[in-house]
Nanobody, 128 residues
Framework: QVQVVESGGGLVQAGGSLRLSCTAS????????MGWFRQAAGKEREGVSC????????DYADSVKGRFTISRDNAKNTVYLQMNSLKPEDTSMYYC?????????????????????WGQGTQVTVSS
């Protein structure tokens, strides 16, 4: 049984930082590209960042470039999202997802349907 579990969300002031973690079990982690998505109340889901199976390729939404950094540790079956210089507009539920794909990451922010497994989400709230 595959499980994807996010952690690390919370309440932070604008300008602050958080690091989200996502651990996947029940799958061969390095067979999967990993992505972070977010969805705020009343808004559509947005691809935030993604990373290829070996960490060699990464992509970011324009809204987070230069502030967020994605990384993965295949030995720990974990992907991270370091979020710096947080803004109130970053407030959202953040979801981690796994996609059984190799290759680069040109597809991974726009094609949420390509992901096979999703976590339950972790809330990030940024106060002004």
């Amino acid at each position: 049984q595959v499980q994807v579990v996010e952690s690390g969300g919370g309440l932070v002031q604008a300008g602050g930082s958080l690091r989200l973690s996502c651990t996947a079990s029940g799958l061969t982690f390095d067979d999967y590209a990993m992505g972070w998505f977010r969805q705020a109340a009343g808004k559509e889901r947005e691809g935030v960042s993604c990373i290829s199976w070996n960490g060699g390729s990464k992509d970011y939404a324009d809204s987070v470039k230069g502030r967020f950094t994605i990384s993965r540790d295949n030995a720990k079956n974990t992907v991270y999202l370091q979020m710096n210089s947080l803004k109130p507009e970053d407030t959202s539920m953040y979801y981690c997802a796994a996609a059984a794909r190799y290759g680069g990451t040109t597809w991974c922010l726009a094609r949420a349907y390509e992901y096979n497994y999703w976590g339950q989400g972790t809330q990030v709230t940024v106060s002004s």
